[in-house]
């Protein structure tokens, strides 16, 4: 562990020494970039016990240079030299000769509230207790870690829905504040470890859990473990304000497709249902045109049957005249006038017989009213065949229309489903461009020198929990140690390691 806690300071302090400047040069103009860290240490509770900020300033220019820091701190040293600034109105003021480059590493304590509020609890074998309550205990032991973001302020964000749409929303935008979640768990008195999502790093009997999260505007990490005489070792928080990096999925592109076919689809189908109608419409005026055909058909028939025992009538009586002139005429057959009679007669009686029964009539073919009465009938029935057709394909249409109606409503309804879950995708781009953005403006915490560019870390660190030595024991000393005096290092990287191990 102790190789760990010294580790600890001279990763850190390598960090900020070998960071690249982000700033540009210019040989005229003075450029600043201010990189803020603050260490917060933490009660095992999580409230705050001391907040220090280590400040880097990294200037380039030439010449006699005056850097204007924002800043309320107390206790200010300068961690890499000997120039001390003017502290007036809230303003840490740096005169300075600058040749090209040079770093200014200065830290003060300051009481202002962190961007991420920490509350931790503790149980043991279910019981919540304070953090002292455990130490030297055995049992199950779960701990909750609640992180808290009060970055958040009410915008509107306004964006390009379906179609270049204009579309607004009014939320409640968090600042991200990516938070790694860190403790390392000795292994040989620690068993049974449920540490749900973490990352877990084996070096040698510590198991280091890592836990990654982006409170919005709230997150609990719960963890939990077997303990026999329960120590517990600093929870580390580090807190970055951005987002972690997402891979892009063409989903978007996917569903503007898939709206686009259903578009053209509900399209067609509205079409076809307006030409089902209209085809509806059709048969239905053929129908009523069919019916009344066959209702004049059926008129037709009953003048005809009128007609047919009309000249049944007259054939029966025709006969009747007939018998009598030909009995006439065989009685007096010299007598002209009878025979000439006879012959009108029958004449009329052959007319009557073809008007009847059809023939030859003055040598023109005449198909008589008993075989016109057929024909009209079959004629009637063929209408009203084609009438019936007509009605039950008028049905049919209709049927057909009506589920093209259903089916129009169904493709309409998943349009619009998918409509809607593409402008909560937009929306979502939307507020995930304008959390980014917000991550990439929170670039301070005290406040910075007018156009400079900033960036901020958050490192706290809670108290570890030990149970307390027996009181009178002397602490043993380690076989083959020596108390020689070490010499300290008086180089600059010396110092800012120097300074972190103090820290931490």
């Not at 190789?3 to 210019?26: E, N, Q, R, W, Y």
């Not at 220090?52 to 990294?58: F, H």
């Not at 009586?317 to 029958?346: F, G, H, R, W, Y």
């Not at 049927?399 to 937009?426: H, N, P, Q, R, W």
């Amino acid at each position: 562990m102790k190789v760990i806690k010294k580790a600890i300071p001279v990763l850190t302090a390598s960090i900020i020494f070998l960071t690249p400047v982000t700033g540009t040069f210019a040989a005229s103009s003075t450029d600043v970039t201010d990189r803020e860290t603050v260490y917060s240490l933490l009660n095992p509770d999580g409230t705050v016990k001391k907040s220090i900020v280590v400040d880097w300033l990294q200037i380039r220019g030439n010449g006699n240079v005056t850097v204007k820091d924002i800043g309320q701190l107390k206790n200010l040293k300068n961690v890499s030299g000997t120039e001390k600034p003017t502290v007036k109105d809230g303003q840490i003021i740096w005169n300075t000769q600058v040749n090209g480059e040079k770093s200014i590493y200065y830290s003060g304590e300051t009481n202002q509230q962190l961007p991420v509020d920490v509350s931790i609890s503790y149980y043991l074998d279910g019981q919540k207790m304070d953090a002292a309550s455990i130490a030297g205990k055995n049992g199950t032991v779960k701990i909750e870690v609640k992180l808290k973001n009060h970055l958040n302020q009410n915008k509107t964000i306004t964006y390009q829905g379906y179609n270049g749409a204009k579309q607004s929303i009014k939320t409640d935008l968090v600042t991200p504040m990516l938070s790694l979640v860190s403790i390392n768990i000795p292994s040989d008195h620690f068993t049974d470890m449920k540490l749900g999502d973490a990352i877990t790093v084996m070096t040698g009997k510590q198991i280091n859990a890592t836990w990654m999260v982006v409170p919005n505007p709230e997150e609990t990490i719960t963890f939990e473990m077997k303990g026999t005489d329960i120590e517990l070792e600093p929870i580390t928080i580090t807190i970055i304000p951005k987002l972690p990096s997402v891979p892009e999925v063409p989903v978007k592109g996917q569903l503007e497709q898939l709206t686009s076919g259903v578009q053209q689809i509900s399209t067609a189908l509205e079409q076809f249902g307006n030409g089902a109608t209209q085809l509806a419409n059709g048969h239905r005026q053929l129908k009523n045109g069919l019916n009344g055909l066959s209702q004049g058909i059926n008129q037709l028939i009953q003048v005809n049957q009128a007609q047919t025992a009309l000249l049944k009538q007259s054939l029966d009586t025709n006969q009747q005249i007939l018998a009598i002139a030909q009995q006439l005429a065989a009685q007096k057959p010299e007598d002209q006038s009878l025979q000439m009679l006879l012959q009108a007669v029958q004449g009329e009686q052959q007319m009557l017989t073809v008007l009847a029964n059809g023939g030859m009539l003055q040598g023109q073919p005449f198909p008589g009213l008993n075989t016109m009465n057929e024909g009209l009938n079959q004629s009637k029935n063929g209408v009203d065949q084609l009438a019936t057709g007509a009605d039950q394909l008028e049905k049919g249409i209709l049927d057909f229309g009506t589920g093209i109606t259903k089916l129009s409503g169904g493709v309409a309804e998943m349009k619009s489903g998918l409509i809607t879950g593409l402008d909560k995708l937009y929306e979502g781009e939307a507020i995930l461009d304008q959390s980014k953005a917000a991550a990439e403006q929170y670039n301070t915490f005290l406040g910075k020198p007018e156009g400079a560019n900033g960036e901020v870390r958050f490192i706290l660190k809670t108290d570890a929990i030990k149970k307390e030595q027996a009181k009178g024991l002397p602490e043993q000393k380690k076989i083959g140690t020596t108390e020689n005096k070490k010499v300290e290092s008086t180089s600059f990287l010396g110092k800012i390691i120097k300074f972190f191990t103090n820290l931490f």
